[in-house]
């Protein structure tokens, strides 16, 4: 049974109480009991920080050799998705792409006029304008 948690951590939390938190909600939320979470094969995904993702001494690292030695903790894709699109903007081409949707963006979404016209644009060279895929 999958579980989605979303944790938002203040800083200074330590590693054993984001650890304690996790295991609460496994408890809590899953239903599941102390010996259950040893049994289980569980995936964990978290973002990229050290915090998390560390060898020895991080959350995942003490969930698998304290409580679970089949946990699978991975990198989340949506986080590594962000960190990608975050390196592609700092090259010169995408900049400038980013610059020029958002200012197409900007004149055709200030004006009902502007809109229309687009509208119109888009359905005389038959193609699909309006949809983003």
């Not at 899953?30 to 915090?51: A, K, P, Y």
């Amino acid at each position: 049974m999958p579980i989605l948690l979303t944790l938002d951590l203040v800083e200074g939390g330590t590693i054993a109480n984001i650890k304690n938190m996790i295991l609460v909600v496994f408890i809590t939320y899953g239903g599941l009991i102390n010996n259950q979470i040893f049994e289980r094969l569980m995936c964990l995904g978290v973002d990229g920080v050290s915090t998390f993702q560390g060898v020895r001494s991080r959350v995942i690292a003490l969930i698998k050799t304290q409580q679970t030695p089949f946990l699978i903790g991975i990198h989340c894709i949506a986080h590594r998705m962000n960190l990608e699109v975050q390196n592609l903007s700092s090259m010169p081409m995408v900049s400038k792409l980013e610059d020029l949707f958002q200012s197409l963006y900007g004149y055709f979404s200030s004006s009902p006029k502007c809109h229309f016209e687009f509208t119109k644009l888009v359905q005389i060279v038959e193609t699909k304008g309006l949809k983003v895929f």
